[in-house]
């Protein structure tokens, strides 16, 4: 079975300023990706950036950055600069390799909230 | 190349009803996954379809099914709708297998009164 677990229900953050969402995983597959989405109040969920388990170097899409820290399993998005369009709701994912794992399991989800 | 397209946006169904909802992939993706989002259940993985099979199935009951067509779009049916299948419904497809990056529809918001 696969878990995520995001601890942040919800975060408050001054515009400019750096984030960074939290997310742990556990599965027991070898080989996984990770991903993380964004879902604005539309609804639509908004592909951010991925992490394939054997990657060595850690993802970078923009002022997206995944801190990528395996022997934690932790997958931790970072905000570069927010912007207030960077309100939504966040929500960390993977998937496995092996068979019946090949589907997106999410965590809860951070709302993340930019103040002027 | 046009995103994932959901139809329709919005339902109002009762209860007792059934429902069908229409997903059309990204042009040439071939895998579409669709998932259910509720406040207390949050994000949860219905089934996933590849040239007209389906290839994995989440733990829903019998009255949640799908097909999907030569053509790649894929629809889902719920029948005997109950107050609590009330959800966003999110369809994603990839190239060719959910393993890869899944893009995402609008969803579709489904009321049962």
Request: proline fraction near 4%.
């Given at each position: ?25 556990d ?26 388990s ?44 092996n ?18 | ?64 099914s ?48």
């Amino acid at each position: 079975a696969q878990k995520i677990t995001q601890t942040q229900p919800g975060m408050f953050v001054q515009e400019k300023e750096a984030v960074t969402l939290d997310c742990t995983y556990d599965t027991s597959d070898q080989s996984y990706g990770l991903f993380w989405y964004k879902q604005p109040s539309s609804g639509e969920m908004i592909f951010l950036i991925y992490q394939g388990s054997y990657d060595e170097q850690n993802a970078t899409e923009g002022r997206y950055s995944l801190n990528f820290q395996k022997a934690r399993k932790s997958a931790n998005l970072v905000i570069s600069a927010s912007q207030l369009g960077d309100s939504a709701m966040y929500f960390c994912a993977m998937r496995g390799d092996n068979f019946g794992n090949e589907k997106l399991t999410f965590g809860t989800g951070t709302r993340l909230t930019i103040i002027p | 190349k046009a995103g994932v397209t959901q139809t329709p946006r919005y339902l109002i169904k009762t209860r007792g009803q059934q429902v069908t909802l229409s997903c059309s992939p990204i042009s040439g993706h071939r895998s579409v996954s669709w998932y259910q989002q509720t406040p207390g259940q949050g994000l949860q993985f219905l089934f996933e379809y590849f040239s007209e099979t389906q290839r994995n199935k989440g733990n829903f009951p019998g009255r949640f099914s799908g097909r999907q067509f030569s053509n790649s779009r894929s629809e889902m049916n719920v029948s005997t709708l109950e107050l609590g299948d009330s959800a966003l419904y999110l369809c994603a497809s990839s190239p060719w297998s959910p393993k890869e990056t899944q893009y995402f529809g609008p969803g579709t918001r489904l009321l049962v009164l």
